[in-house]
């Protein structure tokens, strides 16, 4: 019994001292071939057993951490300390690895490496390898792939097999020389972390679609042999990478700006082109024009613009186009002719006496005749003042004016035809001033009287209408000279050059040209008093007394 125990002592120490024994030790595969001990096994067999696992546990011929399997009798794959898988073979024409199977349609079958596959960091495959077998390092969905992130694949490989190298997800880079020939289905697919692949054919290798199924090459680098970046860019598969290197510069084209404007009137401005490679430049708009049209390298280019005659911006796009890269545009926009209101209405702000003017521009030729009329409605308060209501004093003497009282204090002006100046320009000419009267009962404040039915023809027949157009008329003081008061017992006239007033009162009289300039100003007693006026200085004259009577005054 104690040499019973003593055995199981020897048994125990040995079994833990296999524990730490790595799977790739020959010697282990043959316990494979002892039979398992029972009672009725003798003392002999388990000394025997004793003796092999001491041989095995004192062997200096093994690293425990290393691991070593046989993949056929010359082939060899290695998992050192460090984490590399090195596949070897000693047959010196070459040897391919074995296939694995794998797909939905089979039973799977595994390397030998496969459940430690998490511990291998790197993979090499040595010379003499011929191809890399089906499903060779082929992870799982589920399960999860292996942690190496590159692997080195040598001159001697001919093939890669399908899947070998499928659901590698921490798979990065991949470098396969010209001397493979075919690639299997899937041999890369899933690998979801791979961004770089080195290829050395100088034409593209005729691969199947699905090499790289679920990889996203589109963001992806593929580098080739100089030279033979426009075959890959044609070819199945590669062409799908986001870029593709063959160690030429990348191409580039930029320009200096992004957008560009041009006045009315037009005209020419540049922007520069800043690129190593041939370049084309497009108008959209047959109103931009380009120079050059085409190039190589930096330029400058210049745009020249015609002139806008319409009212409305107009907008066009210039594009900059180059062979691999994107086309980069220039938004253009031109300003539109600034068209001037062909009607004017200006009014001033009605002050204590009552008295307002409004004044009427039209924009039309210089050398045009004119004929037309127009309504204006006063609001409650307020009249029309015929006397004072006049044709500018450079018109005066080519137009007559009738006015028309209507219903509603509404008063029809018409304009009788005459010769305007000689002139070719069209510019804005004030053609009337319409006066008109304030209550005292109207309180300071906003009101709007309505210009309606306004239209002119000229004499080359161009029409000028507005159904409609507001006068805004502020009072800005209290009114404190109602209307019938106004001219009472006030006389003015002027003959021969000399203005005589004829008022009540004593006060100031002011002289104004029909367009507003103060030409005099002097005090007078009460009764008659007589100023010398220069004719030449205005034909209507406008006479203000202090005391807020108004009267308009024309050369006979």
Not at 48 to 66: F, G, P, Y
Not at 130 to 142: H, Q, S
Not at 212 to 229: D, M, Y
Not at 389 to 409: G, H, M, Q, R
Request: hydrophobic residues 40%; aromatic residues 8%; proline residues 4%.
């Amino acid at each position: 019994m104690k040499k019973l125990s003593i055995i199981l002592f020897l048994i125990l120490n040995a079994a833990f001292a296999f524990s730490q024994i790595t799977y790739q030790y020959d010697n282990l595969n043959k316990l494979s071939e002892l039979n398992y001990l029972d009672e009725s096994s003798t003392v002999d067999e388990f000394d025997e057993l004793s003796n092999r696992l001491s041989k095995m546990i004192n062997s200096s011929q093994v690293t425990q951490c290393e691991r070593t399997w046989k993949l056929s009798g010359s082939m060899t794959a290695v998992l050192d300390c460090n984490g590399k898988l090195t596949i070897s073979t000693t047959k010196t024409e070459g040897e391919a690895m074995p296939d694995y199977k794998i797909g939905t349609s089979v039973v799977r079958t595994y390397p030998p490496w496969y459940d430690v596959r998490h511990e291998i960091l790197s993979v090499v495959i040595n010379d003499k390898i011929t191809k890399i077998g089906n499903g060779a390092f082929a992870g799982d969905l589920t399960e999860g792939g292996y942690d190496f992130t590159s692997v080195l694949i040598p001159a001697s490989i001919k093939s890669i097999g399908s899947a070998a190298f499928e659901f590698c997800t921490s798979l990065f880079s991949v470098e396969i020389p010209n001397q493979v020939t075919a690639i299997g289905e899937n041999a890369f697919s899933n690998c979801t972390a791979l961004t770089e692949v080195t290829v050395s054919w100088a034409s593209p290798l005729s691969v199947p679609n699905n090499i790289l199924a679920n990889v996203n090459t589109s963001v992806a680098i593929l580098h080739v042999p100089e030279g033979a970046k426009a075959l890959y860019q044609a070819a199945n598969v590669w062409k799908n990478f986001g870029k593709i290197d063959d160690g030429t510069p990348d191409p580039v084209l930029n320009i200096s700006i992004n957008s560009m404007n041009f006045e009315a009137e037009g005209g020419e401005q540049t922007f520069e082109i800043i690129s190593n490679i041939d370049w084309t430049i497009v108008s959209d708009a047959t109103w931009l024009t380009v120079y050059p049209t085409s190039g190589s390298n930096n330029a400058d280019v210049t745009l020249t613009a015609e002139e806008n005659y319409d009212e409305e911006l107009r907008t066009a796009t210039i594009t900059v186009s180059g062979a691999d890269v994107e086309p980069l545009t220039i938004i253009v926009t031109q300003k539109g002719v600034e068209i001037i209101p062909v009607v004017i209405i200006e009014t001033e702000p009605v002050v204590e006496n009552g008295n307002g003017v409004i004044a009427i521009s039209l924009s039309i030729p210089t050398d045009a005749t004119l004929t037309g009329s127009l309504e204006i409605q006063f609001p409650e308060g307020m009249i029309l003042d015929e006397e004072l209501t006049a044709l500018v004093p450079e018109l005066a003497s080519d137009f007559s004016l009738i006015i028309t009282l209507k219903e509603n204090n509404t008063w029809l002006i018409e304009v009788v035809a005459n010769d305007l100046r000689s002139a070719k320009s069209v510019e804005y000419r004030k053609i009337m001033y319409i006066a008109y009267k304030v209550e005292e009962t109207i309180t300071q404040g906003t009101y709007e009287a309505t210009v309606t039915k306004l239209g002119f023809t000229l004499n080359d027949e161009t029409a000028i209408n507005e159904d409609e157009l507001p006068v805004i008329i502020n009072i800005v003081e209290d009114i404190i000279t109602s209307i019938p008061n106004i001219m009472a017992d006030t006389s003015v006239c002027i003959q021969y050059g000399r203005l005589s007033v004829q008022s009540p009162d004593v006060e100031t009289v002011y002289v104004y040209s029909l367009s507003g300039i103060l030409l005099h100003e002097f005090q007078k007693t009460t009764g008659l008093a007589e100023k010398n006026i220069d004719k030449s200085v205005s034909k209507i004259l406008i006479v203000k007394g202090s005391t807020g009577w108004v009267k308009k005054v024309i050369y006979n």
